[in-house]
């Protein structure tokens, strides 16, 4: 059993730069089947089929990238968290009401 995992390793795609190699691979097939294509159904049948193939190569290649997991940033970041950025307001600035008891009109009104 040991020897299938060993044997399983080798066809497992670790880095991007392996998931890019096989998406190279999965597109000069596509490439070479399109053309088979346009020599097999001329006209608008093989044009729509090689459009199929090399389309594949794009849903594929995203996958692939996808599963990868990315690399760790050259650069470490320090242990501090960097600083919140604030969201800038459209509106006019208000001034802080420094009267804890100007309320809402409903607060003042008084039957």
């Known amino acids: 059993m040991s020897m ?4 399983g390793r080798l066809f497992t795609i670790k880095t991007r730069l392996e998931a890019w190699l096989v998406t190279y691979a999965i597109a000069l097939g596509a490439v070479e089947r399109g ?6 159904y001329p006209g608008w049948g093989g044009w729509l089929l090689a459009l199929a ?6 849903i594929a290649g995203a ?5 990868v997991k990315a690399q760790a940033p050259a650069l ?3 242990p501090y968290a960097p600083p919140v950025q604030r969201r800038l307001s459209r ?3 208000r001034r802080l009401s420094l009267n804890r008891a100007s309320g809402s009109r409903l607060s003042r009104r008084t039957d």
Not at 4 to 7: A, E, F, I, V
């Open 4 to 7: 299938l995992r060993k044997l």
């Open 35 to 40: 053309r088979h294509y346009l020599e097999t």
């Open 53 to 58: 193939c090399c389309g594949v190569v794009f």
């Open 63 to 67: 996958k692939l990238l996808d599963s």
């Open 76 to 78: 470490a970041a320090g």
């Open 91 to 93: 509106s006019r600035p």
